[in-house]
């Protein structure tokens, strides 16, 4: 799976859309510390520079 994205971090609805997944499913891999996030501010954030660098180690 090849991501292309131009910030380093998306909102979990808008990458459960890129991933074609319900925003529930990405909820429920954040709260079991399957995907890398950040927290900023009020928002939990998806790390995609962490993610992708799973990815590639998982490979």
């Known amino acids: 799976?090849?991501?292309n994205f131009n910030?380093?971090?998306i909102h979990q609805d808008k990458f459960a859309a890129a991933v074609g997944l319900s925003s529930g499913v990405i909820g429920?891999?954040?709260d079991n510390?399957?995907?890398p996030?950040?927290?900023i501010?009020?928002?939990r954030m998806?790390?995609?520079v962490q993610?992708?660098?799973q990815l590639g180690a998982a490979s």
């Open 1 to 3: 799976m090849k991501l």
């Open 7 to 9: 910030v380093p971090v």
């Open 28 to 30: 429920g891999w954040v």
């Open 33 to 35: 510390g399957y995907i």
């Open 37 to 39: 996030t950040l927290k």
């Open 41 to 43: 501010g009020k928002y």
């Open 46 to 48: 998806i790390n995609l």
């Open 51 to 53: 993610f992708t660098k």
